[in-house]
């Protein structure tokens, strides 16, 4: 496909103007590109993370558990969710806000509606991730897609950067985009119960 082809090869120059933000300018229309810790005790967030770590372990999560640490060991249902929401891991997952700058309190979607500059604009919003994640090791970063003309193109985008990144996977919902690394995501949970169970 051309598009693929374009959202690879055609990035604009780029800065890191702090820690989780960039910027860079196409055609003069400054971006801005921000990546934000989920608020982890919020519901919906949660409820999607039951869901992905039911997945990404299978129905016994505490047998993964238990054969990854290699000893029997007391956690209570309670714990354990508290362990899952806890600062360790949120530190690890991030809400991806990406807009033209002089509008990023309005726009929370990957908005470039008018500028004619897409291919450029969605290579350089690639260029990027790819150093977020070389900088960061996400578990798990998401996006939406609150624009439904913007989906197909962002699903392309969700695609390429999870094949970039061997383990990296990625989930697609109605509007929004999952892409995490269940290797990670297994270490800094076991790594966090086995911190636990040595109090």
Request: charged share 25%; net charge negative; aromatic share 18%.
């Amino acid at each position: 496909m051309i598009i693929v082809k374009e959202i690879l090869d055609n990035p604009a120059p780029y800065k890191q103007t702090d820690k989780y933000v960039w910027a860079f300018t196409v055609d003069k229309v400054d971006y801005t590109f921000e990546a934000h810790f989920i608020d982890m005790k919020e519901f919906y967030f949660q409820m999607t993370c039951k869901i992905l770590f039911n997945k990404w372990f299978g129905e016994d999560i505490f047998k993964e558990l238990h054969d990854a640490i290699g000893k029997d060991f007391s956690l209570s249902i309670e714990n354990f969710n508290h362990l899952l929401f806890s600062e360790k891991l949120q530190s690890k997952f991030f809400d991806i806000d990406f807009s033209i700058a002089e509008t990023q309190n309005e726009i929370k979607d990957f908005s470039i509606t008018g500028t004619g500059n897409a291919s450029i604009v969605f290579a350089t919003v690639v260029q990027i991730i790819d150093d977020f994640i070389r900088q960061d090791k996400p578990i798990l970063f998401m996006f939406s897609a609150e624009s439904a003309s913007r989906f197909k193109l962002y699903t392309t985008m969700t695609r390429i950067i999870s094949k970039k990144y061997k383990n990296y996977e990625y989930d697609i919902g109605s509007n929004y985009f999952y892409i995490y690394n269940e290797r990670l995501l297994e270490n800094v949970i076991v790594s966090t119960v086995q911190e636990y169970i040595k109090k």
